[in-house]
């Protein structure tokens, strides 16, 4: 049988232009025919172009080729399809960077078009920052911010210097109640004008006094670092939300078993009972109560004789509708912890929240505050402490809120304070703070209504009469026997508050926020008490007793890392093989094999967990607060899979 002859290549071109009209008509119009960087070779003159080039042009070989191998109409459609969806995330990519770009040179202060080159070199430059890698959502979200802040200085503005929702521009120093976790930190500031006002201000005025030798107590605030990380966890500010109190009020699916937070919750279909949730957040409150006595203890361990409690102690305490009184349900726990306090001898005081303000205009306000000094008085007589204790244990309070006149402002305070019970009226000091009240605004009318004086340095370091002090430590001084004669009146031991802004603060806004730990001390008389607010808490109290050698410098010592000798460990479960065996020659030189038990972990005593161990580890170096927790589990890859990404 004769081979039948191979078409002429008339024919086959043809075809072929058959095949690339169907492929001309599959294409969308807007497809290019050529990519971008093959066009550009071309122009350059680029070799490899001519190469690409010349194999694109139909030879017989390639007529043959595509003939055993044509491709079909609807692969040849994929193919446009995937190169346009390409094309197109190619484009929304550049678009975003394009936008990212715009909305950081129009947000950047260096860009604003009022700001010369002498400003901008004030402002801080931002390190290694990278255009475009800022997320869109970041942007949105700075922008959004922006506009909230406007909003809220506009209401400010508007109702006389305080926020229309509580009166005063929140404290940044974390003291009021001290909500466990220090202030809110330093606000960027967006006016580099306002920057290089505050960076050029006159220097501070710091005394070289030191209050050596030291006899008083230094203290820290709510929180003990060592003791909330800690297994089980001490701490006494364990809080809910309503939320949970009215989904308490519904029993549990299971009641005969433990709440779970998957498997045994309320179920909501009961019915509800409000003194089931009232119940709920009492337990807690109590749990928080019975931590202090571990917290007083573990601190005059370690020489710490002083201690503010935290306000969210019994969570809602004071709620307008959720309140309650801490009698009969807390009597109990609340004076065992007196009477520990008492053996001690350790000072505790509290410091209610920042909006607790008797010189609001607003009547549900000052209200709101009567219930709140109502209920932290209640939690202290509850401690049921000596007679001198219980003169120490006080309650710290902000004037707050300016409210256009401080004139005004300070006759409200007279007439609310007026209607205060006696016992509130005993425990009431006022503080100065970084906002609006200078201690030369306060002293006068604690002298007239014979209420005490906290002076904070940190405070006044901000806010201060300028006109008859300057910055720093040494002026101040001048008024320590008028602030010290609004304590001896009462016959309370005097005390003062210390902190440091960090570092890298400039303004007045950064510089409310505190350090992490303390550099040194101020001039205070050596005899009266120092609460020391840092982030750090107990840790800024050894940096002192270590750097001035003050009593009880040498009772801890440095944690190791990642390990703790103060906690039961959690036992392995048993493997299959109990027994150790070693072997060892007898007598005769033969071989016998000898069955050692393997030693049980011996536990720690309850009332010794958390309490340092026997070589009272307990101190943790700065910025080493991870030190606290047990190492992360490293996932090591498996050799196999290495070597194959190392081929790859």
């Not at 809120?401 to 425990?427: H, M, Q």
């Amino acid at each position: 049988m004769a081979p039948k002859r191979k078409k002429s290549g008339m024919a086959t071109s043809q075809k072929d232009a058959q095949l690339g009209m169907n492929v001309e008509s599959e294409r969308p119009s807007t497809t290019p025919r050529r990519s971008g960087r093959i066009e550009k070779q071309n122009q350059m003159g680029n070799p490899d172009a001519n190469i690409v080039v010349a194999e694109s042009q139909p030879t017989e070989s390639g007529r043959a080729k595509r003939k055993s191998s044509a491709m079909s109409p609807e692969l040849v459609g994929d193919v446009v399809g995937a190169m346009d969806s390409l094309r197109e995330m190619e484009n929304t990519f550049r678009d975003t960077i394009k936008r990212q770009k715009m909305a950081l040179h129009e947000s950047s202060v260096l860009s604003d078009s009022k700001t010369n080159e002498e400003d901008s070199s004030f402002w801080p430059r931002p390190h290694k920052a990278d255009p475009d890698s800022i997320p869109a959502e970041w942007e949105k979200r700075g922008l959004r911010e922006k506009k909230k802040q406007k909003k809220r200085n506009e209401e400010i503005a508007k109702n006389g210097g305080a926020d229309a929702g509580h009166d005063s521009e929140p404290y940044d120093d974390g003291e009021p109640g001290d909500r466990e976790e220090g202030g809110r930190g330093a606000v960027e500031e967006t006016d580099a004008n306002a920057v290089k006002q505050e960076g050029a201000r006159p220097p501070p005025v710091n005394s070289d006094e030191l209050p050596l030798p030291w006899k008083g107590r230094l203290g820290y605030a709510c929180l003990n670092t060592y003791l909330r990380l800690s297994n089980p966890p001490v701490f006494s500010s364990r809080t809910c939300r309503i939320a949970s109190i009215l989904e308490h009020r519904h029993p549990l699916l299971d009641p005969s078993q433990p709440e779970h937070s998957t498997k045994n919750r309320p179920d909501k279909e009961q019915p509800a009972d409000v003194a089931r949730g009232q119940k709920y957040v009492e337990a807690l409150g109590l749990a928080n109560a019975r931590d202090i006595v571990k917290m007083i203890r573990w601190n005059d361990k370690y020489n710490i004789k002083f201690m503010r409690l935290s306000s969210e102690m019994f969570p809602f305490a004071s709620h307008e509708e959720y309140g309650y009184k801490l009698a009969p349900f807390a009597s109990e726990v609340l004076a065992e912890a007196g009477r520990v306090a008492a053996e001690l001898g350790h000072r505790l005081t509290t410091h209610p929240g920042q909006f607790t303000q008797l010189g609001s205009p607003r009547v549900e306000v000052v209200r709101n505050a009567v219930r709140d000094l109502e209920y932290h008085d209640e939690m202290l007589t509850l401690l049921r402490l000596p007679e001198q204790l219980n003169k120490d244990a006080v309650m710290i309070l902000h004037m707050g809120g300016v409210f256009g006149d401080k004139a005004a402002t300070l006759d409200r305070f007279r007439k609310n304070y007026a209607k205060l019970s006696p016992s509130i009226k005993a425990r009431l000091v006022l503080e100065n703070d970084d906002v609006a009240w200078t201690v030369h605004d306060l002293l006068p009318i604690c002298e007239e209504l014979n209420i005490p004086l906290v002076l904070d340095f940190h405070h006044h370091n901000i806010m201060f009469d300028k006109d008859q002090l300057r910055e720093g430590t040494k002026d101040i001084m001048k008024l320590y026997p008028r602030i010290r004669a609004t304590w001896d009146r009462k016959g309370i031991t005097q005390k003062m508050h210390y902190s440091e802004p960090c570092s890298d603060a400039i303004t007045g806004r950064q510089r409310r926020k505190h350090r992490p730990r303390v550099m040194t001390l101020p001039p205070c008389p050596k005899d009266m008490d120092l609460m020391i607010e840092a982030k750090d808490k107990e840790q800024a109290v050894f940096d002192l007793m270590r750097n001035f050698k003050l009593s009880g410098w040498d009772s801890f010592n440095d944690i190791i890392p990642y390990e703790r000798e103060d906690e039961n460990r959690v036992i392995p479960k048993p493997a299959k093989k109990k027994r150790r065996k070693n072997k060892k020659a007898n007598v005769n030189g033969e071989e016998e094999e000898i069955v050692e038990e393997l030693q049980p972990i011996p536990e720690i005593p309850e009332e010794e967990i958390g309490m340092g161990g026997p070589n009272n580890r307990v101190y943790w170096p700065l910025g080493m607060e991870e030190w606290l927790r047990p190492k992360k589990r490293e996932v090591k890859k498996k050799k196999g899979a290495v070597d194959e990404m190392d081929i790859d």
